[in-house]
């Protein structure tokens, strides 16, 4: 089942390597200072959401959400308190952990589109029993929407940045993996992604497109590209395959690439 009603907000994975620079040293916990002494009745409290953008709960759908202001909550492991908290003069997510009646800062991350507003969501990816964020961003003109992941690593006590994907897009628990499909647009080639989970990050293991092979889209020519990554120490993909795409063989390949 697709996964698109769930979740969440930001760009496109070809800008990921771009997207914390610079982050602001300044925090914003005006509020979250306040419900201080609210903390400790919550985390006796059998209740997840404390708060969800001025809510005592979070939205049925990501239809009904508003743009992300602060969720605070056990939405991680249903045990410990963390909070979002978004700056939209900065375009910044903080994201705190309350910890001895104090929040405690564990990451920060900077939105490329400063336009951008912000829908989150929270499931288990890896079938860990800990939730993972997901920040995703609304439609676009094509319907499209972008996820980025957000991991809480307790060795490093920090939330941290493990990758993102695009539109079309199914959680497989079981075997720790993400299957992406993009289909493209007039302008954009189709693509197809795994990811599979490695040190905390979602690492592409294989990726297929049909790019045009020309301008005029009357046409519709195509080439096949197939790649690989050779390696799950880092997000390397290899081209294996560059052909014409004609012929029973790479169309079996498009239609059957996740199951292959």
């Given amino acids: 089942m697709k996964n698109i009603s769930i979740f969440i907000i930001l760009f496109f994975f070809i800008c990921c390597t771009s997207k914390n620079k610079d982050i602001a040293e300044t925090d914003n916990t005006s509020y979250l200072d306040g419900i201080i002494p609210l903390m400790d009745a919550f985390a006796k409290d059998t209740s997840t959401i404390f708060v969800w953008n001025g809510n005592k709960s979070k939205p049925i759908s990501h239809y009904e959400d508003d743009p992300l202001t602060h969720i605070v909550g056990k939405f991680i492991d249903g045990t410990q308190i963390f909070a979002l908290d978004y700056a939209p003069t900065d375009t910044l997510i903080n994201f705190y952990r309350f910890e001895q009646n104090k929040w405690k800062r564990v990451g920060s991350y900077r939105a490329i589109e400063d336009s951008m507003t912000f829908l989150v969501g929270f499931i288990d990816m890896d079938n860990d029993t800990k939730n993972e964020i997901i920040v995703r961003t609304p439609p676009n003109m094509n319907g499209n929407t972008w996820q980025d992941v957000f ?108 199951s292959n």
């Avoid at 079309?168 to 993009?182: A, C, F, G, L, P």
């Fill in 151 to 258: 991991r809480y690593s307790a060795d490093n006590d920090s939330i941290e940045y493990a990758g993102n994907f695009s539109t079309d897009y199914e959680i497989r628990k079981d075997n720790k993996t993400v299957e992406e499909t993009y289909e493209g647009s007039w302008y954009m080639t189709p693509t197809k992604t795994l990811y599979q989970w490695h040190n905390n990050k979602l690492i592409r293991i294989k990726h297929i497109e049909l790019e045009l092979a020309d301008s005029d889209i009357s046409k519709d020519d195509r080439i096949f590209r197939y790649y690989e990554n050779p390696t799950l120490d880092k997000d390397t993909l290899i081209l294996k395959i560059e052909v014409p795409y004609t012929g029973r063989k790479y169309e079996d390949m498009w239609k059957n690439f996740f």
